[in-house]
T-cell receptor, first 113, second 108 residues
Framework: AQTVTQSQPEMSVQEAETVTLSCTYD???????LFWYKQPPSRQMILVIR??????QNATENRFSVNFQKAAKSFSLKISDSQLGDAAMYFC??????????FGSGTKLNVKP | EPEVTQTPSHQVTQMGQEVILRCVPI?????FYWYRQILGQKVEFLVS????????KSEIFDDQFSVERPDGSNFTLKIRSTKLEDSAMYFC??????FGSGTRLTVV
């Protein structure tokens, strides 16, 4: 069975500062994908970043980067230079072989001006 | 960037009524999914669809739910007799990770 755990229900960061959101997972699959999605108040699910498990290099997308520790089954999201528009719910998710997503319970990120 | 389009964006319906939620997936994708998210809760899987048939469904996806791809482009989720607890955000996903903008269903 696959599980995804986000242990931080809520986090706050000062504008322009850096914040790291945690995610751990469990899977017996060897080939899988990990994702971070952003859900603003509009409730859209916006893909932030994607990591393929077989790639050792951490994915980056502009101010967003991940720290993927495969052995530890950890997949944290770092947001640099936080902006007010980054305030949202963030969901970590796992998927393998075009099967369903397994989502974490989410972390609400507040950004203080 | 190709998009997944969902309509309507918001639907209000009376309890016991049938609703059809529509999705236009990305054209060359073969895998489609429906998820739902009750307000304040995590995203839950409903059903996956591949090669014009259901490939997996969750316990939530009971006889009240059905999916179709009626014309080769649209992908629909039907709820036959809505209950109050069906009120949620419903997301269609295409390919593996592209989500639509969702339909907010409110059952009154």
């Amino acid at each position: 069975a696959q599980t995804v755990t986000q242990s931080q229900p809520e986090m706050s960061v000062q504008e322009a500062e850096t914040v790291t959101l945690s995610c751990t997972y469990d899977t017996s699959e060897s080939d899988y994908y990990l994702f971070w999605y952003k859900q603003p108040p509009s409730r859209q699910m916006i893909l932030v970043i994607r990591q393929e498990a077989y790639k050792q290099q951490n994915a980056t997308e502009n101010r967003f980067s991940v720290n993927f520790q495969k052995a530890a089954k950890s997949f944290s999201l770092k947001i640099s230079d936080s902006q007010l528009g980054d305030a949202a719910m963030y969901f970590c998710a796992l998927q393998y072989n075009f099967n369903k997503f397994y989502f974490g319970s989410g972390t609400k990120l507040n950004v203080k001006p | 960037e190709p998009e997944v389009t969902q309509t309507p964006s918001h639907q209000v319906t009376q309890m016991g009524q049938e609703v059809i939620l529509r999705c236009v997936p990305i054209s060359n994708h073969l895998y489609f999914y429906w998820y739902r998210q009750i307000l304040g809760q995590k995203v839950e899987f409903l059903v996956s669809f591949y090669n014009n048939e259901i490939s997996e469904k969750s316990e939530i996806f009971d006889d009240q739910f059905s999916v179709e791809r009626p014309d080769g482009s649209n992908f629909t989720l039907k709820i036959r007799s809505t209950k109050l607890e069906d009120s949620a955000m419903y997301f269609c996903a295409s390919g593996s990770y592209t989500f639509g903008s969702g339909t907010r269903l409110t059952v009154v």
